[in-house]
């Protein structure tokens, strides 16, 4: 039988044909010397690496080297791979003569998607999730959604709890590191103190499984415990609850510890016995099969400079305080919590990532490719495929609606709306201009006008840019945010 070359995010029993299949897995020290990553992503994608080669035994060749090339070379003719996650690894596993398979790990394969999508004006995730409900049969009461209706995202926009410090739901098992994980810290320790490798944030006990074990562990838990409160709260944050009710399985699953159909199966058993309500159920669904395949799919499916799609024109660099994760430096108690939240963690659930992070910079017009680059290197669950279109595409709009109707901008009032962040923050979520003005209030009128050209023939922005024109203090907004440069607010 071929030996199958797996990825350090191919690490799940759904990469090889049968449980006896010879394995070559690599560890690549060059890997960690091209980027600076977030030390405890790197903690978290070796530990899981060699976890999985642990469990393997000698059913697995286990290398580690400079890089892919030096070991690959010794097999030649002789391993097969699942369809790597990036262009670059695709490229490198052609120049190698490795034998290429269908991708694995996601719901719906790349032919479907194509014949999904052609002919299509306009590539909306809302009708390729329907079409993998159908495919798929997942929340179906045969030709119908479950429920009768098929998003019920309006029954998930709640704000948080008026009055909470914290959401209220059991937090997800602790993962117990061992002697692997104490051998990885030993080694980044080492590659930064006499290799010169450098890392992002700071490190910190493991937090996300890095074993299929530990993954099943927090998916039953996250089913049985956090899932009821799901839907609800899915878009609310607290500054006391950055996990709020979220799964925690984005990096398990981006790791290849579980497969998103078993994902979305047990979260439907739950529905079907009564254990969580629909809305949650269906917005969790939504999230794995129709958010997470589509990002896949456009990955590939759009041209490989789409990454370099700019039609906004942000130019502007990110600054020293951001790409370092300098928290201490800012002010803005929202964008300091959520900032420390990446430092701390490598992780913050999808809203302090869009709507905090990203709506601050696509304010700014910090360049999207950057800000791409940055989200795949400080989260423990980014990767290239992963961020190309959720950061240029959805959070910076720098495509111009190949993949969203609109750009997610947003003054202070929704951040006021939807956490507890505006109290005891130095900043008004209601004053434009002033010391006291709100930088996400500000910057969102500055951004409007920036930009007032290129979305003004936007039909969902015609309220937003009838609102610029009745602004009597918008000269003096827009010199105030041109003041402020780059500065941390």
């Known amino acids: 039988?071929?030996?199958?070359?797996?990825?350090?995010?191919?690490?799940?029993?759904?990469?090889?044909?049968?449980?006896?299949?010879?394995?070559?897995?690599?560890?690549?020290?060059?890997?960690?010397?091209?980027?600076?990553?977030h030390r405890q992503k790197a903690h978290l994608v070796l530990s899981a690496l060699r976890h999985?080669?642990?469990?393997?035994?000698?059913?697995?060749?286990?290398?580690?080297?400079?890089?892919?090339?030096?070991?690959?070379?010794?097999?030649p003719g002789g391993l097969s791979v699942c369809h790597p996650t990036s262009r670059a690894a695709r490229a490198l596993v052609g120049r190698l003569g490795v034998e290429v398979l269908g991708?694995?790990?996601?719901?719906?394969?790349?032919?479907?998607?194509?014949?999904?999508?052609?002919?299509?004006?306009?590539?909306?995730?809302?009708?390729?999730?329907?079409?993998?409900?159908?495919?798929?049969g997942i929340l179906m009461d045969g030709a119908e959604p479950a429920g009768g209706t098929w998003n019920l995202d309006a029954d998930n926009r709640e704000p948080p709890p008026r009055g909470a410090g914290r959401l209220g739901v059991e937090d997800p098992p602790a993962i117990v590191e061992d002697a692997i994980d104490h051998g990885v810290r030993e080694d980044l320790d080492r590659w930064q103190r006499d290799d010169g490798i450098e890392f992002l944030g700071r490190d910190g006990p493991r937090l996300f499984p890095a074993t299929r074990r530990e993954a099943l562990a927090r998916l039953r838990h996250f089913v049985e415990h956090r899932l009821p409160s799901f839907g609800p709260y899915e878009d609310a944050m607290l500054a006391g609850d950055p996990l709020m009710a979220h799964s925690m399985l984005s990096a398990p699953i981006n790791l290849g510890l579980l497969d998103p159909l078993e994902v979305v199966e047990r979260a439907e058993d739950a529905y079907r016995s009564g254990a969580a309500?629909?809305?949650?159920?269906?917005?969790?669904?939504?999230?794995?099969?129709?958010?997470?395949?589509?990002?896949?799919?456009?990955?590939?499916?759009?041209?490989?400079?789409?990454?370099r799609s700019n039609e906004l024109g942000a130019r502007r660099h990110l600054p020293k305080w951001f790409a370092e994760l300098d928290a201490d430096a800012v002010q803005a108690r929202c964008l300091r919590d959520v900032l420390a939240g990446v430092r701390d963690r490598g992780w913050v659930h999808h809203i302090p990532r869009l709507m905090v992070l990203g709506n601050y910079a696509m304010q700014r017009g910090w360049h999207p490719g950057e800000l791409a680059d940055w989200f795949h290197r400080a989260f423990v669950d980014g990767y290239e495929w992963v961020m190309t279109a959720n950061v240029v595409g959805m959070s910076q709009y720098a495509d111009a609606g190949r993949?969203?109707?609109?750009?997610?901008?947003?003054?202070?009032?929704?951040?006021?709306?939807?956490?507890?962040?505006?109290?005891?923050?130095?900043?008004?979520?209601?004053?434009?201009?002033?010391?006291?003005?709100?930088?996400?209030?500000?910057?969102?009128?500055?951004?409007?006008?920036?930009?007032?050209?290129?979305?003004?023939?936007?039909?969902?922005?015609?309220?937003?840019?009838?609102?610029?024109?009745?602004?009597?203090?918008?000269?003096?907004?827009?010199?105030?945010?041109?003041?402020?440069?780059?500065?941390?607010?």
């Open 1 to 37: 039988m071929t030996r199958r070359w797996l990825f350090a995010d191919q690490l799940g029993p759904h990469f090889l044909d049968e449980p006896g299949q010879p394995v070559l897995l690599v560890e690549s020290k060059a890997v960690f010397r091209r980027r600076v990553f």
């Open 103 to 136: 991708p694995r790990g996601f719901a719906t394969s790349p032919e479907d998607f194509v014949a999904w999508a052609g002919g299509r004006r306009g590539l909306k995730m809302e009708d390729f999730y329907r079409d993998a409900r159908r495919r798929h």
């Open 277 to 307: 309500p629909l809305n949650s159920v269906e917005g969790f669904v939504r999230q794995i099969i129709g958010w997470r395949d589509f990002i896949w799919h456009l990955y590939w499916y759009f041209e490989p400079d789409y990454r």
């Open 52 to 75: 999985r080669a642990a469990e393997l035994g000698d059913q697995a060749d286990v290398v580690r080297a400079e890089t892919y090339t030096q070991v690959v070379g010794g097999y």
């Open 403 to 489: 993949m969203s109707t609109k750009p997610y901008a947003a003054g202070g009032a929704y951040i006021h709306r939807m956490s507890d962040y505006c109290g005891g923050c130095p900043y008004d979520p209601k004053v434009r201009v002033g010391a006291d003005a709100c930088p996400y209030t500000a910057g969102y009128w500055s951004f409007l006008k920036r930009n007032e050209a290129q979305l003004s023939g936007n039909h969902r922005m015609r309220q937003p840019m009838r609102g610029l024109g009745r602004l009597s203090d918008l000269d003096a907004l827009v010199e105030q945010e041109k003041a402020r440069g780059s500065r941390a607010p």
